[in-house]
């Protein structure tokens, strides 16, 4: 799975004028001094607790701009769309000057060069939402994602992923910075409530892309799409950090003043569901990688920002984070000697099989994707704890090309065989609930377990720190599935 997001925003304003300046207009003063409540209609079970309403206020804005970020796909940047030639009196671009001054104030980084800047109504937006689709992936790429996410229980086998990334994608998208172009395009339908924390968001990936060239440096990276979430998630966190900044510093706040980002989103879930509903009815892996690069990233960023201001998070820029689990952890990232993921060494080779089988990709979950498959299946919490003590992984997907069928092979490493064993029975119970009434019995050395129905084949295994697992396949492939798997290393990942 090598989804992320992009720089597309979404609106998340009401159609209502009256809602929106109330978002300008601070809750009555108390009648007396006492501590009051104040609890948001917005924020559903937030509540916000303050000496005065500044704080309800404040709660109140980042519950709407909350739910600006994002659009999701390949981590590729939207292509321009050609439009009428821009007026320098279109007061979106005067406000552009104001708002770029106060961003390389807050940021701490002067331009390169000048910033080029266009105004887009919304068909022109989607239009270039709609080249990005088509051009993305090709039609086998696009395939083989959907079939991963199949495999991997994420997505039921009839999920038309592409057209529903596309419908994802054209709900509300609002507005981006094309690198390609060094343009960053701005919606003229957005409120004035919303434009300018958008601009300070995209000039920041403006100023990034002139200092730390996005494209050549935090594009995908060929199978390897833990290492590209997480520099995704370095990128847009430091761009909600600023802007955040942006918002709070007039109110006398910082960014450390603000509830967990990702506590007000869950808290404008009924929000979202008014405003996105393609968003609310997608499923649990498309919001999940929606969210990550800025909810995590805005954590992550704001613990850099904390050890080292934004001097501190600039040098981050020359040795970007290399896994989710940096990104969820930021302490084993800013620790003295980082800890990093090991590069797990499994290779299965088509012809090493007994039966003919394609392989359709390679890739690596990393910690918050495997989180993901097991929050498909069982609670939250303890997905996270099973997953937490991860620290390496490579799957393999193959097809039979007469039958459709699919085979699923992956070995995973931990930091201790303790915690291999606790990720092992979180994905025993996720087996069982997946492949109900199926078969199961012990493996001959009593290392795991096999599922069975009719002639397709399921084990799972536990060797020391690693677990191995094995979905889909016949039974005169898995003793040569096993012996690849028993021969599987894991080494110490080189920063990237």
């Not at 599922?451 to 799972?460: C, D, E, K, N």
Request: glycine share 6%; proline share 6%.
């Amino acid at each position: 799975m090598t989804f992320s997001l992009d720089t597309l925003y979404t609106q998340s304003v009401a159609s209502s004028r009256a809602q929106r300046e109330g978002l300008h207009t601070a809750p009555p003063a108390p009648a007396q001094k006492a501590r009051h409540q104040y609890h948001c209609r917005h924020c559903s079970n937030i509540t916000c607790r303050g000496e005065n309403p500044v704080q309800h206020r404040l709660v109140r804005i980042c519950c709407w701009l909350g739910l600006l970020y994002g659009a999701l796909l390949v981590g590729l940047h939207v292509l321009a769309v050609p439009t009428v030639a821009d007026s320098a009196s279109d007061p979106l671009l005067a406000a552009f000057d104001e708002v770029l001054q106060r961003v390389v104030s807050l940021r701490q980084l002067q331009p390169q060069g000048a910033i080029k800047r266009a105004v887009r109504n919304r068909q022109q937006i989607r239009t270039a939402v709609l080249a990005l689709t088509q051009d993305a992936l090709s039609p086998a790429e696009w395939e083989a994602e959907r079939k991963a996410m199949v495999q991997w229980g994420l997505l039921a086998p009839d999920f038309r992923l592409k057209e529903f990334v596309l419908d994802l994608l054209t709900e509300q998208a609002a507005g981006y910075y094309d690198p390609k172009q060094q343009t960053f395009f701005i919606a003229d339908w957005l409120p004035h409530l919303v434009q300018k924390p958008v601009m300070a968001h995209e000039l920041v990936h403006a100023l990034q892309d002139q200092y730390y060239n996005l494209q050549k440096n935090f594009d995908l990276v060929k199978d390897q799409a833990d290492l590209s979430l997480a520099r995704k998630a370095l990128i847009e966190g430091d761009a909600m950090a600023v802007m955040l900044v942006y918002l709070l510093e007039p109110l006398g706040l910082t960014i450390e003043d603000l509830p967990d980002m990702g506590t007000l989103l869950q808290g404008s879930a009924s929000l979202l569901g008014d405003q996105f509903q393609v968003y609310t009815h997608a499923p649990l892996i498309l919001r999940q990688q929606l969210l990550f690069p800025y909810v995590h990233g805005l954590a992550f960023v704001k613990a850099a920002l904390a050890q080292g201001g934004w001097r501190g998070l600039q040098r981050i820029y020359q040795h970007p984070p290399v896994s989710t689990q940096q990104i969820m952890h930021p302490e084993k990232y800013l620790a003295e000697t980082p800890v990093l993921p090991n590069e797990v060494t499994l290779h299965v080779p088509e012809g090493a099989l007994g039966t003919p089988w394609k392989k359709l990709k390679r890739d690596v979950l990393g910690e918050f994707l495997l989180s993901v498959i097991l929050q498909q299946f069982l609670p939250e919490e303890e997905a996270r704890q099973s997953a937490a003590g991860w620290r390496g992984d490579r799957y393999e997907l193959f097809e039979q090309q007469d039958s459709g069928r699919l085979l699923l092979v992956c070995a995973t490493a931990w930091d201790t065989p303790a915690q291999a064993a606790v990720f092992f029975q979180s994905y025993h119970k996720l087996l069982t609930l997946k492949y109900p009434g199926w078969n199961i019995q012990a493996l001959e050395d009593q290392s795991g377990h096999l599922w069975h129905q009719a002639q397709t084949h399921v084990m799972l295994r536990r060797q020391e720190r690693f677990v191995h697992i094995v979905e889909g396949a016949l039974a005169e492939d898995l003793p040569r599935l096993q012996a690849l798997l028993e021969r599987v290393t894991a080494v110490p990942a080189q920063p990237r």
